[in-house]
């Protein structure tokens, strides 16, 4: 059983920048496909950002393309989501999941965008609280 430990939320104003973090213990990411949702109060969850060990590909939502960055440290065994030009609107408590690639391959934007019941993951960390407010 992975464990998933999000932290770097805060508090930040817009066009301020965060860098979330989410550290993997039990396994090793290099087996995964690893995604950033978030869920603000009244919407449904989305899929912001997801990777692929597989073959490195990434998957950005659209209305934060060109804002977020996700990245993996393999030797930390880390996956982290750069948020630059951070908006109001990315309010929300941001949780990092995983999903085996044992169970099957599925790419990154299908990790992202297919609305998969919680379960479908493998783990989800505890979340971490993002509000972009002046």
């Known amino acids: 059983q992975v464990q998933l430990v999000e932290s770097g939320g805060g508090l930040v104003q817009p066009g301020g920048s965060l860098r979330l973090s989410c550290a993997a213990s039990?396994?090793?990411?290099?087996?995964?496909?690893i995604g950033w949702f978030r869920q603000a109060p009244g919407k449904e969850r989305e899929g912001v950002s997801c990777?692929?060990?597989?073959?490195?590909?990434?998957y950005l939502t659209d209305s934060v393309k060109g804002r977020f960055t996700i990245s993996r440290d393999n030797a930390k065994n880390t996956v982290y989501l750069h948020m630059n030009s951070l908006k109001p609107e990315d309010t929300a408590v941001y949780y990092c999941?995983?999903?085996?690639?044992?169970?099957?391959?599925?790419?990154?934007?299908?990790?992202?965008?297919?609305?998969?019941?919680?379960?479908?993951?493998?783990?989800w960390g505890q979340g971490t609280q993002v509000t972009v407010s002046s």
């Open positions: 999941a995983v999903r085996d690639l044992s169970l099957g391959i599925i790419t990154a934007p299908a990790m992202c965008t297919i609305h998969f019941p919680p379960n479908f993951f493998g783990s």
């Open positions: 039990g396994v090793t990411l290099d087996t995964y496909v």
């Open positions: 990777i692929s060990s597989r073959d490195g590909s990434t």
